[in-house]
């Protein structure tokens, strides 16, 4: 459920990246399926993850999905000049640790 709710918050928040996932075939689904189920605790430094969890535990879930949409959004530049399926595979699989401020 979290994952077809996320698709439609990323369908209609960003939609290029959105339509660019989709064009080029790439189910990122695959990668936040576990940034969901273990609330990002091996994809972000641990400052960040301190913040994530301190805000998941104050609000809530939609913690999840603001701040998976923020990762997107941060990198939405990076990702759109990636033309090809693997790289944009490979990219999002380590992107999140190369986020160093919260």
Request: proline share 2%.
């Amino acid at each position: 459920v979290d994952q077809r709710v996320f698709r439609d918050l990323m369908s209609e928040k960003l939609p290029r990246l959105h339509t660019h996932f989709e064009q080029y075939k790439v189910d990122y689904t695959l990668i936040t399926f576990n940034w969901f189920l273990v609330v990002f605790v091996d994809s972000v430094v641990s400052d960040i993850l301190f913040k994530i969890w301190d805000s998941f535990l104050y609000e809530g879930p939609k913690v999840i999905f603001r701040f998976a949409l923020a990762l997107f959004k941060y990198k939405e530049e990076e990702i759109l000049k990636l033309q090809d399926s693997m790289s944009i595979f490979k990219y999002l699989r380590y992107f999140t640790r190369t986020i160093l401020d919260a």
